[in-house]
């Protein structure tokens, strides 16, 4: 009976020890973004494909826009991350529908100009004239960027340690006349210097498949304020 007890005392130390193996080497479920400087972090799945900084810098460099070269050269922080290796940084930049869902953060100094001059609506026009669409009763089909379809589907200010701002959740098609939703986070810094900003969008077809993920990481999205 001793020697029995002991062989059954063995076995469970061995299923107990090899279950500890199995979690130790298991694959963590999340990804964490952080960027220590400006104190600004989020979390997503671990198997989404990163894009460096570099990479964006790169290709935003290419860009002839008014501004665009000041604005580059105030980076603090950029990194868009998808689950697919195929989307490019110049998606990442495009208002086209991306072919999978797509993350972008960006922290970014303000020009004094901007710092006298920012608001939410400025906030909320950071990737699209957002506050026109909404106090329109009509779809701008052409310039400045053409639209129809749009909806408002949620809009709160977000409130974070280190900034505050507004969060934006709308869907709309574009002149690619594929429909995309966009959940974007706008923050700026108490002095108004810095500007933190998330923008998770896809397909509005693929974000409704994947609406929890992609919730869930706007969501995380924390800003504490540089250390």
């Known amino acids: 009976m001793r020697i029995q007890a002991r062989k059954s005392a063995f076995r469970l130390t ?4 090899s279950l500890l193996v199995l979690t130790a080497c298991a694959a963590p479920s999340h990804l964490y973004a952080a960027n220590k400087k400006s104190g600004t972090y989020f979390t997503l799945p671990y198997s989404w494909k990163r894009i ?3 990479t964006l810098t ?3 460099s290419l860009s002839k826009a008014t501004g665009a070269a000041e604005r580059l050269a105030a980076v603090q922080w950029q990194e868009a991350y998808s689950p697919s290796k195929e989307v490019s940084a110049a998606e990442i930049f495009s208002l086209k529908s991306p072919p999978a869902p797509t993350v972008y953060v960006r922290v970014r100094a303000l020009t004094s100009e901007e710092m006298n001059s920012v ?5 909320r026009d950071i990737f699209v004239p957002l506050t026109s669409w909404l106090n329109s009763t009509s779809d701008f089909a052409t310039t400045p960027v053409p639209m129809t379809k749009f ?3 949620g809009d709160e200010e977000r409130v974070e340690k280190g900034a505050r701002g507004v969060r934006s959740i709308f869907s709309f098609t ?4 594929i429909d995309q939703t966009f959940n974007q986070t706008a923050l700026i810094s108490p002095d108004h210097s810095i500007m933190y900003i998330l923008l998770v969008r896809a397909r509005s077809v693929d974000y409704a498949k994947s609406q929890k993920i992609l919730t869930d990481i706007s969501n995380s999205f924390t800003v504490l304020g540089a250390a």
């Open 119 to 123: 608001s939410y609506n400025s906030l």
């Open 14 to 17: 061995f299923v107990l020890a």
């Open 151 to 153: 909806q408002l589907l």
């Open 174 to 177: 574009g002149a690619d006349g």
């Open 58 to 60: 790169k290709q935003e």
């Open 52 to 54: 460096s900084q570099s």
